[in-house]
């Protein structure tokens, strides 16, 4: 029996948005399924921070359509703001407030009853580690625990999708980690993340797909392993014992090359199973023993800069 395809959180066609001349977003269309992450990868000025503001209802755009759960961007923005949560750049924590005002005064924001709005906040000061520091005022609290604080006034009104742009900018790799496995947990429960982020190893540790925009435009979109796989420059790594049967290998694999100083040899490979057991067949079938084999493959650097021209890493920003 053939399965319904998954429910779709975000669906974008032909999304165009100018400012004057200088056009940010260019017939852009995705799709997110429900329950995952989806991030969205790109140099300054590339569109990434409007596509949030867009779907998120903070800006209009010029031209094509988008829904959100369900719910039309143009006809439909109340449903769409009562489905989604924003997690911007810029902290929205009141730093003369406590970590628990804050929560509170978002619980009053939601319209919740009092005594479910105090166990809602009590409940997000738990999930957030938050509870030794609660009725501190905000202004003390570390990068990592503001961020922290700022998420979680954003799950007060029980959001089913959740935009996140740049989350973990200028926080420690600790505190990066620590929302890394937030956002896991709350995809775990169900919600959806929309995800912009200057880190690349954010987008491979979270994503589920990935998806790059270059001048307003999607040049490349996929899971991190298949996004990987458009570059050139993987090859597998083969390491032999003595040089009898490194010269072996090299007559068994004309497209290899050796590594200098070393017993080892480098094959092209896309580093897929079906290259790399074709390989090993072709040693098999010449009795030829490997001591050590690893696979390389290009990295989300490696992509970035081959699909925009831009160097990639810590580097991008939206």
């Known amino acids: ?18 400012f004057g001349e200088h056009v ?8 997110v399924p429900a329950g995952t992450v989806y991030s969205l990868l790109g140099a300054n000025g590339a569109g990434k921070s409007t596509t949030v503001r867009i779907l998120s209802t903070l800006a209009a755009s010029d031209g094509g359509s988008a829904r959100v759960r369900g719910h039309d961007l143009a006809s439909e923005p109340d449903a769409v703001r009562a489905a989604i949560g924003v997690t911007g750049q810029f ?10 005002e804050n929560l509170l005064l978002m619980a009053d924001l939601h319209h919740w009853p009092r005594r479910d709005g105090r166990r809602r906040v009590a409940e997000l000061l738990r999930r957030f580690d938050l509870v030794d520091a609660a009725r501190r005022p905000a202004s003390t609290y570390s990068g990592g625990m ?3 604080l700022d998420l979680a006034m954003t799950l007060v009104g029980d959001p089913q999708v959740i935009f996140l ?12 980690r620590a929302m890394w ?16 982020t200057q880190y690349l190893e954010e987008a491979d540790e979270l994503a589920d ?3 790059v925009l270059h001048h307003g435009r999607l040049v490349a979109e996929g899971t991190a392993e298949e996004l990987k796989r458009l570059v050139p420059g993987g090859h597998v790594l083969l390491r032999f014992a003595d040089p009898t049967s490194l010269e072996d290998a090299e007559r068994a694999l004309d497209t290899s090359s050796r590594e200098n100083g070393t017993l080892a040899l480098r094959v092209p490979s896309d580093g897929g199973l079906r290259s790399l057991r074709a ?17 390389r493959t290009p990295d989300l650097d490696d992509v970035f800069l081959a699909l925009t021209g831009q160097p990639g890493a810590e580097k991008v920003s939206t």
């Open 1 to 18: 029996m053939a399965t319904a395809p998954p429910e779709t959180a975000i669906s974008v066609t032909g999304l165009r948005k100018s």
């Open 24 to 31: 940010v977003l260019d017939g852009l269309d995705l799709t």
């Open 181 to 196: 496995r937030i956002v896991r947990e709350l995809v775990s429960t169900g919600v959806t993340v929309f995800l912009t």
């Open 209 to 211: 797909r990935i998806g």
């Open 146 to 148: 503001r961020r922290r």
């Open 165 to 176: 742009d740049e989350p973990t900018t200028g926080l420690d790799p600790r505190s990066r």
């Open 279 to 295: 390989v090993l067949s072709r040693l098999d079938d010449r009795s030829i023993e490997v001591e050590e084999l690893s696979v």
């Open 91 to 100: 902290s929205a924590v009141d730093s003369l407030l406590t970590g628990e």
